[in-house]
């Protein structure tokens, strides 16, 4: 039988708040503002948990580290992606890639990109090339546009090894 293969996808958005540390990607940027959320709100990582934990049948990241935990209350997000890779190494899957976009007006992203596709590989013990992170941002249309927040799309796909190969 033939290696398994599954793709999930997962999309997060968080509000700018004031008096908030900005993290994205597991890196900290210096900005005006950060993002609201339970946790550090890094709303790359939520996004990517996301689509691993779809792509396994695992329910998705509040099902696994609900907001209303006070274990979870400003936790770093790379905790729960090195968790949600365990969850999904648990059940014999690996990462074959993951590609992520980041809808953003500000801050300009491109810069910080290399920083977290190394942060995020080192978390979760896989090749940096095996990450995409790419940047846009909605046009000045919407929320984003209107510079309420981010929104972060992600693709992975997942690989289940045969067992007799």
Same mark, same amino acid.
């Not at 039988?1 to 004031?18: E, Q, T």
């Not at 609201?36 to 709303?43: C, K, L, N, T």
């Given at each position: 039988?033939?290696?398994?293969i599954?793709?999930?996808f997962?999309?997060?958005?968080?509000?700018?708040? $004031?008096?908030?540390?900005?993290w994205?990607?597991?890196?900290? /940027?210096? =900005?005006?503002? %950060? &993002?609201? %959320?339970?946790?550090?709100?890094?709303? /790359?990582?939520?996004? $990517?948990?996301?689509?691993?934990? #779809?792509?396994?049948?695992?329910?998705?990241?509040?099902?696994?580290?609900?907001?209303?935990?006070? *274990?979870?209350? !400003?936790?770093?997000?790379?905790? &729960?992606?090195?968790?949600?890779? !365990? &969850?999904?190494?648990? *059940? %014999? =899957?690996? /990462? #074959?890639?993951?590609?992520?976009?980041?809808?953003?007006?500000?801050?300009? /992203?491109?810069?910080?990109?290399?920083?977290?596709?190394?942060?995020?590989?080192?978390?979760?013990?896989?090749?940096?090339? !095996?990450?995409?992170?790419?940047?846009?941002?909605?046009?000045?249309? #919407?929320?984003?546009?209107?510079?309420? %927040?981010?929104?972060?799309?992600?693709?992975? $796909?997942?690989?289940?090894? !045969?067992?007799?190969?």
């Amino acid at each position: 039988m033939p290696d398994k293969i599954r793709i999930g996808f997962g999309f997060d958005v968080h509000r700018f708040a $004031l008096d908030r540390q900005l993290w994205l990607g597991g890196v900290k /940027l210096m =900005y005006e503002k %950060g &993002l609201q %959320g339970h946790s550090d709100a890094d709303v /790359l990582i939520h996004a $990517l948990c996301d689509a691993l934990l #779809g792509a396994a049948g695992l329910r998705d990241i509040g099902f696994h580290f609900p907001d209303t935990s006070e *274990e979870f209350k !400003d936790i770093d997000s790379k905790i &729960l992606l090195r968790r949600t890779m !365990d &969850l999904i190494r648990s *059940e %014999g =899957y690996e /990462l #074959g890639n993951a590609d992520i976009t980041v809808c953003a007006e500000k801050p300009i /992203l491109n810069p910080h990109i290399p920083h977290m596709k190394v942060c995020l590989s080192d978390v979760m013990a896989v090749d940096v090339e !095996d990450i995409s992170i790419k940047a846009t941002t909605s046009e000045k249309m #919407g929320y984003v546009g209107r510079e309420e %927040g981010i929104a972060v799309y992600a693709s992975v $796909l997942i690989i289940k090894k !045969d067992a007799s190969s």
